[in-house]
């Protein structure tokens, strides 16, 4: 059983939330303070693939899709998209939010850049692309030294938010 606790900022437009989770292999508890009190909350967690999750609370499923950038996680669920900042709890930065073997968009939008090909290293918080959409511009980088695996989409391409754009493997 993989057992880890995290303190997490979740940031919704002005409302920021202090959550302290634990998380145990699928099942997520702990509590959060909406500002009035804390309240408890659970829920389990189950991986998709590509960046897809299904959360069930209380009996409700829900698809969700995590988008990770550093110590930064970008969920969007039910047509909305919610921030939340991790960190360990005890401080420090949390050291298992880059762990996916791949790069998603953050976003629906065009490819307008890739910085990356096969085959080659890249160290941590490099550009790895691009995604364009409404005239905003998101950058993705590599959440740890990384060798890439695949580009799976080109330049000028369209790609939906949770799209798996580059894989990669560990750095040798």
């Known amino acids: 059983m993989s057992r880890r606790a995290l303190r997490r900022t979740y940031v919704a437009g002005n409302e920021v939330y202090d959550l302290d989770l634990r998380h145990?292999?699928?099942r997520?508890?702990?509590?959060?303070?909406?500002?009035d009190?804390?309240?408890?909350i659970a829920f389990d967690v189950e991986r998709l693939g590509d960046?897809?999750?299904?959360?069930?609370r209380d009996g409700v499923r829900a698809r969700a899709t995590v988008v990770r950038d550093g110590d930064t996680a970008w969920v969007a669920i039910d047509g909305h998209t919610y921030e939340l900042r991790i960190e360990e709890v005890g401080g420090g930065a949390a050291h298992h939010a880059g762990e996916e073997d791949f790069a998603v968009s953050p976003m629906t939008g065009t490819l307008a850049k890739v910085s990356v090909e096969p085959g080659q290293q890249v160290e941590a918080d490099a550009e790895l692309?691009?995604?364009?959409?409404?005239?905003?511009?998101y950058v993705v980088?590599?959440?740890?030294?990384?060798t890439?695996?695949?580009v799976r989409h080109t330049v000028g391409e369209q790609v939906e938010q949770g799209r798996v754009v580059v894989?990669?493997?560990e750095a040798p």
């Open 148 to 150: 890439v695996a695949e």
């Open 51 to 56: 960046g897809v999750v299904r959360v069930t």
């Open 28 to 35: 997520v508890e702990g509590t959060y303070d909406p500002g």
């Open 167 to 169: 894989t990669f493997e």
């Open 129 to 137: 692309f691009v995604v364009e959409a409404m005239k905003m511009e």
């Open 37 to 40: 009190g804390e309240r408890p």
């Open 141 to 146: 980088r590599a959440p740890r030294d990384v």
């Open 24 to 26: 145990d292999d699928g």
